[in-house]
């Protein structure tokens, strides 16, 4: 299983820009989708997440203004970010729970690699 993430790039403050992150592979069934995001020296934080009923949660720092959505035919999730800020510049990361077809019942957290935003002028 992996997770390929897209969709990062540079945009003036008070822009938009989609991300997006699709799984492949022995996919047996994807719980909750989620959207995190790592500054240098910072932990990594959750932006959003969305579980397989659709219900999401968002920072605070993003309420809004981001908006996650999925599509459970092709396996993807998606994230919209508009009005964006300098302070939203980091590395994002799609990740998502998955259980795979060799142990349908066994699930397990897979990341995709990061995708670099920048909000500058």
């Known amino acids: 299983v992996q997770l390929q993430a897209s969709g990062g790039g540079l945009v003036q403050p008070g822009g938009s820009l989609s991300l997006s992150c699709v799984a492949t592979?022995?996919?047996?069934?994807?719980?909750?989708m989620e959207w995190y995001r790592q500054a240098p020296g910072n932990q990594r934080e959750m932006v959003a997440s969305?579980?397989?009923?659709?219900?999401?949660h968002y920072l605070d720092s993003v309420k809004g203004r981001f908006t996650i959505s999925r599509d459970n035919v092709k396996n993807t999730v998606s994230l919209q970010m508009n009005n964006l800020k300098p302070e939203d510049t980091v590395v994002y990361y799609c990740?998502?729970?998955?259980?795979?077809?060799?142990?349908?019942?066994?699930?397990?957290?897979?990341w995709g690699q990061g995708t670099l935003v920048t909000v500058s002028s």
């Open positions: 990740s998502a729970v998955i259980a795979d077809t060799t142990y349908p019942n066994e699930e397990f957290e897979s």
């Open positions: 592979g022995n996919i047996f069934s994807i719980n909750e």
């Open positions: 969305i579980t397989s009923d659709g219900i999401t």
